[in-house]
């Protein structure tokens, strides 16, 4: 495929309410990933938890906003992308300036006198609640939007995108955390949301979702729970989970060992961004060069690829070592991830696909509500007080070949399966 023809396809593939959809997408993540970054020292350096308890509200708000997918996504099923898109800016609007209210001078006294961890825990429930609803409405409106022979680059340009945010967002973290403070970031995340309310309210428009939906509430609810009797369908989903367990330990134990162990001073927003300008990069290209290929053996050499990305770390501890596994571990991202979204869609019965995209996320939140408070653990007790702190590296090894092995266990057996039918 030349430049050309890809051009026409870009131009001519995709519904206009697919880049709508994915230009709030791209600010929603700038403002997700630009507090993302500093979350774990905001919480440890800033409030003064300790790294297990920065780990398990970590924990709290990583792992709702991906697993209420799965209820927004069948709420979004039944009531329309574009009002699901309303309830999510608006919220993650309020909740991350309330997140950053709790360090600002001018709210000490309100919060005064009340656990501020407590406090946080229902702050984090009700941003991540309003967050939940981007994921599944964003890939339901993909899903919609593109043709059969644009849906695999239509995903790789949602993931693109996805990507600029991730990379853009933790620049301005790092810019507003050096020059004004680290309660600064979540305004400018409160602001990138309310910016995409508006946006959302005059342009996107609806595409065949929310007008032409005749179940009922009740059977939705009802899917949403049969879908956990799927046994292949859930098993595929928790073996993701272990790969998702080793990505958020970037932004869990990245920013503890880099601080501690390598320089008090170092810029961990910009080291943890190496992932994103990987993917801004690169997507395209591997989506051109791995399009031939199924997407079970996509996503078995992404897993092989992240997995051998902390090899490097071990090699030799450093700044530049621990971006370079971030950029080779987002290879492998960016190998698996858009067939893995796409594998999903072709699986989704019709009707369903913002509940199924909704359950797509669920491998990210199990990696978030396990992976934050044990990736807190694992640092706080074992790695932190060792003379070989790089042993949380060779954990996270480990975790990639047992998530590698399985992962090709199931397109063994699932290949074979197909064959026969």
Same mark, same amino acid.
């Given at each position: 495929?030349?430049?050309?023809?890809?051009?026409?396809?870009?131009?001519?593939?995709?519904?206009?309410?697919?880049?709508?959809?994915?230009?709030?997408?791209?600010?929603?993540?700038?403002?997700?990933?630009?507090?993302?970054?500093?979350?774990?020292?905001?919480?440890?350096?800033?409030?003064?938890?300790?790294?297990?308890?920065?780990?398990?509200?970590?924990?709290?708000?990583?792992?709702?906003?991906?697993?209420?997918?799965?209820?927004?996504?069948?709420?979004?099923?039944?009531?329309?992308?574009?009002?699901?898109?309303?309830?999510?800016?608006?919220?993650?609007?309020?909740?991350?300036?309330?997140?950053?209210?709790?360090?600002?001078?001018?709210?000490?006294?309100?919060?005064?006198? &009340? +656990?501020?961890?407590?406090?946080? %825990? @229902?702050?984090?429930? $009700?941003?991540?609640?309003? #967050?939940?609803?981007?994921?599944? !409405?964003?890939?339901?409106?993909?899903?919609?939007?593109?043709?059969?022979?644009?849906?695999?680059?239509?995903?790789?340009?949602?993931?693109?995108?996805?990507?600029?945010?991730?990379?853009?967002?933790?620049?301005?973290?790092?810019?507003?955390?050096?020059?004004?403070?680290?309660?600064?970031?979540?305004?400018?995340?409160? &602001? +990138?949301?309310?910016?995409?309310? %508006? @946006?959302?309210?005059? $342009?996107?428009?609806?595409? #065949?979702?929310?007008?032409?939906? !005749?179940?009922?509430?009740?059977?939705?609810?009802?899917?949403?729970?049969?879908?956990?009797?799927?046994?292949?369908?859930?098993?595929?989903?928790?073996?993701?989970?272990?790969?998702?367990?080793?990505?958020?330990?970037?932004?869990?134990?990245?920013?503890?060992?880099?601080?501690?162990?390598?320089?008090?001073?170092?810029?961990?927003?910009?080291?943890?961004?190496?992932?994103?300008?990987?993917?801004?990069?690169?997507?395209?290209?591997?989506?051109?060069?791995?399009?031939?290929?199924?997407?079970?053996?996509?996503?078995?050499?992404?897993?092989?690829?992240?997995?051998?990305?902390?090899?490097?770390?071990?090699?030799?501890?450093?700044?530049?070592?621990?971006?370079?596994?971030?950029?080779?571990?987002?290879?492998?991202?960016?190998?698996?991830?858009?067939?893995?979204?796409?594998?999903?869609?072709?699986?989704?019965?019709?009707?369903?696909?913002?509940?199924?995209?909704?359950?797509?996320?669920?491998?990210?939140?199990?990696?978030?509500?396990?992976?934050?408070?044990?990736?807190?653990?694992?640092?706080?007790?074992?790695?932190?007080?060792?003379?070989?702190?790089?042993?949380?590296?060779?954990?996270?090894?480990?975790?990639?070949?047992?998530?590698?092995?399985?992962?090709?266990?199931?397109?063994?057996?699932?290949?074979?399966?197909?064959?026969?039918?």
């Amino acid at each position: 495929m030349d430049i050309q023809s890809i051009r026409t396809k870009v131009r001519d593939g995709f519904h206009p309410t697919f880049w709508v959809a994915n230009g709030m997408e791209l600010f929603e993540r700038l403002a997700y990933y630009g507090q993302a970054t500093v979350l774990s020292i905001f919480l440890r350096n800033t409030l003064h938890f300790s790294e297990v308890e920065a780990g398990q509200l970590s924990s709290i708000f990583g792992g709702l906003i991906y697993l209420l997918p799965i209820l927004a996504g069948t709420l979004a099923d039944k009531f329309g992308f574009r009002r699901a898109f309303s309830i999510a800016f608006s919220m993650l609007a309020v909740g991350y300036f309330l997140i950053g209210s709790t360090a600002m001078p001018g709210f000490h006294e309100f919060y005064a006198g &009340i +656990s501020l961890y407590g406090c946080l %825990v @229902v702050i984090l429930i $009700f941003t991540a609640f309003g #967050g939940s609803f981007i994921k599944p !409405s964003v890939l339901g409106t993909v899903a919609l939007t593109t043709k059969e022979e644009t849906k695999s680059l239509g995903y790789a340009i949602y993931y693109w995108l996805v990507n600029i945010g991730g990379a853009i967002g933790p620049a301005i973290a790092f810019i507003v955390r050096d020059q004004i403070g680290i309660a600064s970031v979540y305004i400018v995340s409160a &602001i +990138s949301c309310g910016l995409m309310f %508006v @946006v959302n309210f005059f $342009f996107y428009k609806e595409v #065949g979702n929310g007008e032409q939906d !005749s179940e009922s509430l009740g059977t939705k609810l009802k899917n949403l729970v049969v879908v956990l009797g799927n046994f292949k369908f859930i098993s595929f989903l928790l073996i993701f989970g272990l790969y998702w367990i080793m990505f958020w330990q970037i932004f869990i134990i990245i920013p503890f060992y880099v601080t501690d162990f390598i320089s008090a001073d170092a810029p961990f927003e910009l080291i943890q961004s190496a992932g994103a300008w990987s993917i801004i990069l690169l997507q395209l290209i591997v989506n051109r060069l791995t399009k031939k290929w199924s997407p079970g053996v996509a996503m078995i050499v992404g897993f092989i690829i992240s997995t051998l990305s902390w090899l490097l770390v071990l090699a030799s501890p450093s700044i530049p070592t621990i971006v370079a596994a971030i950029f080779v571990f987002s290879i492998g991202e960016q190998t698996q991830a858009p067939r893995y979204y796409e594998y999903i869609s072709d699986i989704a019965p019709k009707g369903q696909q913002g509940l199924f995209q909704g359950y797509a996320f669920l491998p990210v939140a199990i990696a978030w509500g396990v992976g934050g408070t044990l990736g807190g653990w694992l640092y706080g007790t074992i790695a932190k007080p060792s003379s070989y702190p790089e042993i949380i590296f060779v954990v996270l090894f480990g975790i990639g070949v047992l998530a590698t092995i399985l992962m090709t266990i199931y397109h063994v057996v699932v290949t074979r399966h197909h064959a026969r039918s």
